[in-house]
């Protein structure tokens, strides 16, 4: 799903799911959000909803009051209030009763509380006419949300908040990069994947720069049908807030040198961040070349010549190498965390064709259980503890991502390679879901 930056369904597991489900209106999202929940998965809800929702299995219900209570969740009970109608009117609880069933839910800190209300709901639905496997089946589901299982109200809103991030992404993508950037840090991402996102949209993004840049991210003008977004000098590692509201707060015009910027009183430590940075582009100096004459501090001009270059001839005629994109690309990333450049990976893409391993954009068009080889950088490492040991990876490369499944006897045999490396090649069977 393309959902990277939106509130709530940005995880892994929330992108798997999405295709899946493919919510049609409002209360899909709030089922959406609740659905992929330790509670619900291992209450063993999800996959009944979706063979309900997909037609593969049909929608009963035991009894017309069960009809009105989980109507809208196809028969499933995903939410803690329909944990309390059911308690109440299939098993004979008084409201306090559910009262203290949905207290026993509402944190996982308590998992085991939930049992203790066992054999009240089995024999109270047994009374009422309801088969032992369905009153089995019904407390399973209940206990699970022992496990973190959502009320629906907080579901709700937290749909709410899901549509609007989703709507500004789609229509406004300029702004929601922008608008995530000046937040981070925060969610799944990092700035690396919310520019790269960014540029897949159509949005013109362009790099930190001494004579256009302010502390925030902000948008300039449009560029095609987005406005274009100015990386800001908050994406620069080690520069000071303060140092770069007296830069651009002294920027009456544009700075012609490294001198106009030291008479602006701009530290030599954030020059050298800055020249790091490549933020110098403006001025005609790449990164290797505004490194060279920030360090000659000494020689900045005073008095009458203030602001003007140093006039040594002999350090004028020095030539200095280029620099390769590729270093170019890991000081990108040293000093920014993102490139704008190239990706890494694509440095190594020769390499990797070698190796039979494929980009990820290929992978639409491999068969499911085909086995591949994939590559790229390390973006998210996860292993709930209600995973069984499973961690789940998320890749990227020069042209898409991939998410890993690593079962628990692989883990532990590469956990040094799991836990660490920026860098991964793998090999596995292709897992497709929902064509």
Known sequence: ADTIGVFQIESRAQQSMLPRLRPRCFYDLVIEVAIVRPGPIQGDMVHPYLRRRNGEEPI??????LEEILGRTLGVPLFQEQAMKIAIVAAGFTPAEA?????????????????QFEQKL??????RGYTAEYAQRVFKQLEGFGSYGFPESHAASFALLVYVSSWIKCYYPDVFACALL?????????????????????????PVDINFSI??????????????????????KGLREEDMVLLSGRRVQSYKNISALREAGVPEAALEKL???????????????ALWEVSTKNDTPVALFAGQDAADISEKNICLPGMSQSEHVVHDYASTALSLKAHPVSF?????????????????GVQDGQLIKVAGLVLVRQRPGTAGGVCFMTIEDETGF?????????????????????????EGKLQREGD
């Open 60 to 65: 009963e219900y035991p009894s017309k009051e």
């Open 99 to 115: 009262d203290e069933l949905r207290r026993s839910m509402a944190t996982f800190k308590l998992k085991g509380m939930v049992t």
């Open 122 to 127: 089995i024999n109270g639905m047994l009374e």
């Open 182 to 206: 000046n937040s981070m840090p925060m969610g799944f991402y990092q700035p690396a994947q919310i520019v790269i996102d960014a540029r897949k949209h159509g949005v013109e993004v362009r």
């Open 215 to 236: 502390w925030d991210n902000r948008l300039e003008e449009k560029s095609g049908k987005y406005c274009a977004l100015r990386l800001g000098f908050r994406q620069v």
């Open 275 to 289: 020249a790091d940075a490549d933020a110098f582009m403006s001025i005609g100096l790449d990164r290797r070349q």
């Open 348 to 364: 190594v893409r020769e390499k990797l064709d070698q190796f039979d391993i494929r980009p990820t954009k290929e992978l639409t």
């Open 402 to 426: 991939a998410n890993l499944v690593i079962f628990e006897t692989l883990f532990e045999k590469f956990r040094k390679e799991v836990l660490q490396s920026k860098l991964i090649m793998v």
